[in-house]
């Protein structure tokens, strides 16, 4: 126990002078263009522990760590040392065992890059592993056993198995140490590599009769302090006389053999000879216990001695094996050969790509030369096999270039465009130069992130619709649609409805336009006698930012409907005179009466006019034009024609369904005005009688009671006021006649064509007739009579002259 805790104390002395010895042992170098630095750790260091201080060893910034994504890039599966990007040392990050990283090669060192970006920078650091003695040795077997000729001559060596030692320097094997007896001594032996292995040498002559079986031991020690050691039992069994060992023709056999060569392979033959005869001539050949793992590669033939490949061989792993042959007889004696066979290497390791960084969406305006990934490539191989090379796989806007050994940089080779190219698929090939090439493929897939730089794009430069009027507000006239290529955010349109004014009012009181659909409804109803057209502006905004904006017009084109009823212009209805025309009796067949003029304020098919006579005194006389309206005879006027003629035209459109008007010609038959005037006159009170009858009914039902008592006062004061006047007028003998003055008129009424006929009318008092002069105008026509004055013509004029001479009188009743 005090044994044990004295090594232990020593190991801890042992760990922390180590540790010293690290610090005083680092060594950097530096280049301008790619810095490198060299450190030197012991072995087995605790996670955490400083290896160096990287920012300052390499003159770099903090701040140079942080922004360049300062990281460490290996190709192993294990990264034994951490960058501390926040202080700029390196520690340990893994245990390190420097037999499981090296083995028994020496130096151990490790070599990993430190890899900056913007700009790209590469430092490569290269960390050797200083050995601690935390190995014992160990021999394969724990128990040798020998059997020797009693017989063996002096000198007689006997190979012993070799003591493995994983650590290396003065920490590894450095001596055997055979327990003390009278017949052997210990030899030693050093191999070009620098193993060591141990022979027994036979000194004193063996007497099995006096000592049949010898028991020593072997002991291994190596080098380090604290020193460590291993043992292994070695039992001696003396046979009887055979006193010639087997003897090889050859020091060292020397062969080549090609990497992955397959099993059974053929590599080389050795020989040994014993000058024995019988049973101790017989020489048996195995692979000396000098070295382990040899026969798991190899096997050889006990009889002839020829050695074969048995497991495949890597020259990755092994690019020189050397092991020992031993040639034994049947009596026991051995001889020992080397055998060195060099593996030639074979292009068997494709190439490897490390993807160090890859950047996938990519923004689509990124400008050429982006770099969206870098990756490294290695190869196992050595030489031109182990040369590399990428390239890309099809027709892509990309490329790839290395501005540092086997490290390669993805970029952008053009201008992206996401709505050509959304996703790609990357496929980079990295080759080696070996014959045949191997080539191994990897795929990056990228996306490309929108950019908003397309506009929406309205399907039509200009949308035309029709819509009928008296539409209902809010019925959908129709739905203009944009598209844009970008997507998202970048492709969500709204509509919008420019500001315009359309007669003075703004264009949102006649449409509107729904902004995510895009349809356009009526705001109001449409008068198309008001409005024929609507004109205006929609526009199409993208959700991107800045937005983008396209603008398209749109047409509304308001169909006509038959809502309005045809509107007559001539003869014009008058609600106090009556209107007629005058057609002398000596008129001719197709003599022009007048002309019905109407006019409908729709449009097309439904302001087309038809005339037709409805009603007429006398159907046979007269007729009306279907298109024009005009008012002919249909045959010669006779003194037997009614003076009175009246007749009913319907004025009809030829709108679905179609609308009429109605209009009523009085025309009068006769040469002159005094012929036609009673029949006028009479017509004229019955028609006025007629329509004032319902107002006189009510106003009399209102103010009856009123006017009752009134009345009767009224009338009894009138009569006796009337019965005086009479008196004295009756006792005078004198008339009292109204004088009115010449060419006195009162125009009431407007007459339907532009005649003028001159009167007078005189009246008195106590007669009961009255004298009327009248003058000839140049057309006489028109006969208008007023019901307001009974038996008073009116005179109308016109632009034709007013003849002043009177004519005969006329006497009215």
């Not at 490949?309 to 049947?330: G, L, P, S, T, Y």
Request: hydrophobic residues 35%; charged residues 25%; contains cysteine.
């Amino acid at each position: 126990m005090a044994s044990k805790e004295h090594h232990r104390d020593r190991d801890v002395r042992w760990r922390f002078q180590g540790a010293m010895y690290m610090v005083f042992f680092q060594f950097i170098f530096l280049c301008q263009t790619e810095a490198q630095i060299r450190y030197s750790i012991p072995e087995e260091m605790k996670k955490g522990s400083l290896v160096g201080n990287v920012a300052q060893d390499l003159g770099l910034d903090l701040k140079r760590l942080r922004s360049g994504r300062a990281r460490i890039v290996t190709g192993e599966n294990i990264q034994y040392t951490e960058l501390k990007a926040d202080k700029g040392t390196l520690v340990v990050n893994e245990r390190i065992d420097r037999e499981q990283l090296c083995g028994d090669i020496t130096p151990c060192s490790f070599t990993f890059e430190i890899l900056l970006e913007n700009p790209m920078e590469l430092h490569p650091v290269t960390i050797e592993v200083l050995d601690v003695n935390d190995n014992v040795p160990t021999f394969q077997n724990r128990h040798l056993e020998f059997e020797i000729s009693e017989s063996a001559a002096l000198g007689s060596r006997f190979v012993l198995e070799s003591a493995d030692d994983a650590d290396v320097g003065e920490n590894g094997l450095q001596n055997y140490i055979l327990t003390p007896n009278n017949n052997f001594v210990l030899k030693q032996h050093v191999n070009p590599d620098g193993s060591k292995y141990a022979e027994m040498l036979l000194q004193k002559p063996l007497d099995r009769e006096e000592q049949p079986h010898l028991s020593l031991k072997l002991l291994a020690v190596d080098g380090g302090n604290p020193q460590r050691s291993g043992t292994v039992n070695i039992d001696v069994n003396i046979l009887d006389a055979n006193d010639n060992a087997p003897v090889f023709n050859q020091s060292v056999y020397k062969a080549t053999v090609i990497e992955n060569a397959p099993k059974g392979t053929y590599i080389v033959t050795v020989n040994a000879s014993d000058i024995d005869s019988g049973s101790y001539g017989q020489v048996t050949y195995y692979f000396s216990k000098s070295k382990a793992g040899i026969a798991d590669l190899f096997n050889i033939d006990e009889a002839t001695g020829r050695i074969y490949v048995v497991e495949e061989i890597d020259f990755e792993k092994d690019k020189k094996i050397e092991f020992r042959v031993e040639a034994k007889d049947q009596g026991g004696l051995t001889d020992s050969s080397k055998v060195e066979i060099e593996v030639i290497d074979v292009n068997d390791n494709a190439p490897v790509i490390n993807v160090l960084s890859f950047t996938s969406p990519v923004s689509e305006d990124s400008t050429a030369g982006t770099t969206i990934g870098i990756i490294n490539v290695k190869d196992l191989d050595s030489g031109e096999n182990g040369k590399v090379r990428c390239t890309i796989e099809g027709n892509v806007p990309f490329t790839i270039k290395s501005n540092v050994r086997n490290y390669f940089a993805l970029m952008t080779d053009a201008s992206l465009d996401r709505e050509k190219l959304s996703e790609c698929n990357i496929t980079v090939i990295a080759s080696d130069a070996g014959s045949p090439p191997l080539s191994v493929k990897r795929t990056f897939y990228l996306k490309v992130s929108d950019v908003n730089d397309n506009p929406p794009v309205f399907q039509q430069n200009v949308y035309n619709a029709f819509i009928a009027e008296n539409n209902s507000p809010g019925v959908s006239v129709l739905s203009v649609n944009a598209e844009d290529p970008d997507e998202n955010q970048n492709a969500h349109i709204s509509y919008i409805l420019e500001e315009y004014e359309i007669g003075g009012s703004p264009v949102s009181e006649y449409v509107s336009v729904n902004a995510e659909s895009g349809v356009i409804h009526a705001v109001r109803s449409f008068d198309y006698e008001q409005i024929k057209q609507l004109l205006f502006v929609i526009k199409a905004q993208d959700g991107g930012s800045p937005p983008l904006s396209s603008n398209v017009t749109v047409k509304i084109m308001i169909q006509d409907q038959n809502d309005n009823p045809p509107q007559v212009l001539y003869p014009v209805q008058t609600g106090g005179s009556l209107v007629a025309e005058m057609v002398p009796r000596s008129a001719d067949v197709g003599y022009l009466v007048t002309k019905v003029v109407a006019v409908d304020v729709d449009s097309g098919q439904n302001a087309w006019l038809s005339y037709k006579l409805q009603k007429a005194t006398d159907r046979a006389l007269f007729e009306v034009g279907l298109q024009n309206g005009e008012i002919r005879t249909i045959r010669q006027v006779t003194d037997k024609d009614a003076v009175k003629q009246r007749l009913t035209v319907i004025v009809e459109d030829n709108g679905q369904p179609s609308r009429s008007a109605t209009v009523i010609v009085n025309v009068a038959v006769a040469d002159s005005f005094p012929e036609v005037l009673s029949e006028f006159t009479d017509f004229t009170h019955d028609k006025e009688y007629n329509d004032n009858l319902t107002f006189y009914l009510v106003l009399a039902l209102a103010v009856v009671s009123f006017l009752f008592i009134t009345c009767l006062v009224v009338i009894i004061s009138v009569k006796i006021y009337r019965w005086r006047q009479s008196r004295v007028l009756y006792h005078s003998n004198l008339p009292v006649i109204p004088y009115y003055p010449p060419r006195y008129s009162d125009t009431l009424g407007t007459g339907t064509l532009q005649h003028v006929y001159n009167y007078e009318v005189c009246r008195t008092t106590d007669s009961r007739k009255s004298d009327c002069k009248f003058g000839r105008a140049g057309s006489q026509n028109v006969l208008i009579m007023d019901p307001s004055s009974t038996g008073t013509m009116q005179r109308i004029q016109s632009e034709k002259s007013i003849l002043d001479e009177p004519d005969s009188p006329l006497e009215v009743s």
